[in-house]
């Protein structure tokens, strides 16, 4: 099986390579198109602000090539915000795989933005959540979330319900790291893996 993550002015890279590296998964990091199209597993990792990563894979064609692809996808954090149609951070037109915008948490008294640490998720609707225990602890780190829509497959509640993780056709999407959510992230790569 042949796992691309893809390469981009991502953050977390390294710590999704451990992450796989623990499962026993081979992979190549590259954005490279031809060997993104071939993969057998496409991850599309995410640390950074919205409209600087969105330039960054216009400027590379990335913006027309994961759309297009195939297989499956799983993006997470950033990825799975520019996922969808439009981000609140900095206005940034994204790639439109799912057809929601993300949006800044409202400022709440007492209640700090980011939503930093480990946080519960529930309502799971997806095979990659297969093996969980329900409200299971994942870790999150964002100020901006995509409202709970017809693609939510998880919530989290922090201020108000968003979608935890998202899905449509070949595409999965996890606002919070897999790759340092413990073994509950750890069983998410793995379903993934097996899809």
């Known amino acids: 099986m042949k796992t691309v993550i893809i390469k981009y002015n991502a953050g977390n890279v390294q710590s999704v390579m451990y992450a796989l590296d623990r499962i026993g998964v081979d992979y190549l990091y590259t954005d490279d198109e031809a ?17 600087t990563t969105m330039h960054y ?7 027309k090539i994961i759309p297009s692809l195939k297989q499956p996808v799983l993006g997470t954090c950033v990825g799975m915000q520019l996922m969808c149609r439009f981000s609140e951070e900095n206005n940034t037109t994204c790639m439109g795989i799912f057809d929601v915008d993300v ?17 519960n998720i529930t309502n799971y609707k997806s095979d990659l959540t297969k093996g969980l225990i329900d409200n299971a602890y994942v870790y999150f780190v964002h100020s901006y979330a995509a409202p709970v829509c017809e693609y939510t497959v998880a919530t989290c509640d922090y201020i108000s319900p968003f979608s935890a993780m998202l899905h449509k056709d070949n595409f ?17 790569l793995e379903n993934f893996l097996k899809r």
Do not use: Y
Not at 38 to 45: E, M, Y
Not at 103 to 119: C, S
Not at 172 to 188: L, N, P
């Open 35 to 51: 060997e993104i199209r071939s993969a057998d597993k496409v991850i599309f990792p995410g640390v950074g602000e919205a409209s």
């Open 172 to 188: 999965h999407a996890a606002q919070f790291h897999c790759e340092i959510s413990g073994d509950v992230g750890q069983k998410i």
């Open 57 to 63: 894979l216009r400027e590379k064609g990335l913006d």
């Open 103 to 119: 949006k800044r948490f409202p400022a709440t008294p007492g209640i700090k933005v980011p939503h930093m640490g480990w946080n």
